[in-house]
């Protein structure tokens, strides 16, 4: 066929798919992309085999052709996808041919594609003559497009893992839980080599929800934390702490016992003297744990005679309280006392 030819050739693209025992069951213009999927030792690539049905002069082809594919977003008009695809040499025979076509994995994206297909006698080096109409791409060759999970933004996942960004930014806002999660093991475990492993945040100052809620219903710990650091650190709280039930400390409780609701601080009480001392804690008095103590000239701290009267020879020594309310509380100075020249103290918890 001679290249002048190819304007008087009627040519139709006949797509075909071939079943088991069944002759071609796709007529005229219906589109056929076949994706044969690779062993699984090797990815299956972007490449899907086109199969169609040429004919001149009504009768089926035969004889060698080339071909040229662009693939479009809309059937008529619209913009190209990607870079042509040229096929020589294509040998027809009994009208039937096959080609195979990669327009890349980017060119299948989720949204509708056209092939416009071109052809010319295969002995001629002249213009292709466009097909009318373009044929539409059916969604077999999307199977290519699962290649991309692994990416994001076309950058792939791995590029993502170590990286500065913040993988979870979404926020939840509603009356459900933001998060929820059920395990037989491990339900949630974070870790981090360079900051902190888990951060929960409550930034609205009139907020009174609990920025974190822990319990369990079994035998196990609602929350553990554990360090193993020279120094450890298991866990830190910098403020106020309450505690609804039991507290059980298992080892030394460095600095754990409570400052006292009231301290008078050192006061010099004379010999006999009685002075009153405001402490306006208020509430019940049956709560309160009172100490006392008083030192000597020497500032050496001593509990002789406090609490009681303690003789030695008839002398008297220390000091006691009496006349305790919720607002104040007196101290008197025994007359004949001499051990608490430097001073004396009380202090008063609330026990709840």
């Not at 076509?101 to 509708?112: I, Q």
């Not at 044929?135 to 290649?147: D, F, N, R, W």
């Given at each position: 066929?001679?290249?002048k030819?190819?304007?008087?050739i009627?040519?139709?693209?006949?797509?075909?798919?071939?079943?088991?025992?069944?002759p071609?069951?796709?007529?005229a213009r219906?589109?056929?992309?076949?994706a044969r999927?690779?062993?699984?030792?090797?990815?299956?690539?972007?490449?899907?085999t086109?199969?169609?049905?040429l004919?001149?002069?009504?009768?089926?082809?035969?004889?060698?052709?080339?071909?040229?594919?662009t693939?479009w977003?809309?059937?008529t008009f619209?913009?190209?996808?990607?870079?042509?695809?040229?096929r020589?040499?294509?040998?027809?025979?009994?009208?039937?041919?096959?080609?195979?076509?990669?327009?890349?994995?980017?060119?299948?994206?989720?949204?509708?594609?056209?092939?416009?297909?071109?052809?010319?006698?295969?002995?001629?080096?002249g213009?292709?003559t466009?097909?009318?109409?373009?044929?539409?791409?059916?969604?077999?060759?999307y199977?290519?497009?699962s290649?991309?999970?692994?990416?994001?933004?076309?950058?792939?996942?791995?590029s993502?893992?170590?990286?500065s960004h913040?993988?979870?930014?979404?926020?939840?806002?509603?009356?459900?839980?933001?998060?929820?999660?059920?395990?037989?093991?491990?339900?949630?475990?974070?870790?981090?080599?360079?900051?902190?492993?888990?951060?929960?945040?409550?930034?609205e100052a009139?907020?009174?929800?609990?920025?974190l809620?822990?319990?369990?219903?079994?035998?196990?710990?609602?929350?553990?934390?554990?360090?193993?650091?020279a120094d450890?650190?298991?866990?830190q709280?910098t403020?106020?702490?309450e505690i609804?039930?039991?507290?059980n400390?298992d080892?030394?409780a460095?600095?754990?016992?409570?400052?006292?609701?009231?301290?008078?601080g050192?006061?010099?009480?004379?010999?006999?003297?009685?002075?009153?001392?405001?402490?306006?804690?208020?509430?019940?008095?049956?709560?309160?744990?009172?100490?006392?103590?008083?030192?000597d000239?020497?500032?050496?701290?001593?509990n002789t005679?406090?609490?009681?009267?303690?003789?030695?020879?008839?002398?008297?020594?220390?000091?006691?309280?009496?006349?305790?309310t919720?607002?104040?509380?007196?101290?008197?100075?025994?007359?004949?006392?001499?051990?608490?020249?430097?001073?004396?103290?009380?202090?008063?918890?609330?026990?709840?």
């Amino acid at each position: 066929m001679k290249a002048k030819d190819i304007s008087l050739i009627l040519v139709v693209v006949v797509l075909v798919a071939f079943t088991p025992n069944s002759p071609i069951s796709v007529l005229a213009r219906d589109v056929l992309a076949d994706a044969r999927p690779a062993p699984l030792a090797s990815p299956v690539g972007t490449a899907f085999t086109y199969q169609g049905q040429l004919t001149d002069a009504g009768v089926p082809a035969d004889g060698v052709y080339d071909f040229q594919f662009t693939l479009w977003d809309a059937e008529t008009f619209g913009s190209q996808i990607g870079s042509p695809v040229t096929r020589g040499d294509v040998v027809v025979a009994s009208g039937v041919f096959a080609v195979e076509l990669d327009f890349g994995a980017s060119a299948f994206a989720g949204e509708a594609r056209w092939l416009e297909i071109g052809v010319r006698p295969g002995d001629s080096s002249g213009s292709y003559t466009t097909l009318d109409p373009r044929q539409k791409v059916m969604p077999t060759p999307y199977a290519i497009h699962s290649l991309d999970a692994d990416t994001i933004d076309g950058a792939h996942a791995a590029s993502f893992a170590g990286s500065s960004h913040d993988h979870m930014t979404e926020i939840w806002t509603g009356t459900g839980a933001g998060l929820g999660i059920n395990s037989g093991d491990t339900a949630l475990a974070a870790s981090s080599s360079a900051a902190s492993a888990g951060a929960f945040e409550n930034p609205e100052a009139a907020n009174s929800a609990s920025t974190l809620t822990t319990w369990t219903a079994g035998t196990g710990w609602a929350l553990e934390a554990g360090s193993t650091a020279a120094d450890p650190k298991a866990g830190q709280f910098t403020g106020d702490v309450e505690i609804s039930g039991d507290l059980n400390v298992d080892g030394a409780a460095s600095g754990f016992f409570p400052r006292p609701a009231y301290d008078s601080g050192w006061y010099a009480l004379g010999a006999g003297g009685d002075h009153v001392f405001v402490h306006d804690l208020g509430g019940e008095i049956d709560s309160y744990l009172v100490d006392m103590t008083c030192k000597d000239a020497f500032s050496k701290i001593l509990n002789t005679g406090i609490g009681g009267d303690v003789w030695d020879g008839g002398q008297a020594f220390g000091f006691y309280y009496h006349d305790l309310t919720s607002t104040v509380i007196k101290a008197f100075r025994r007359v004949n006392d001499t051990v608490c020249d430097g001073g004396v103290r009380i202090r008063i918890w609330v026990i709840n």
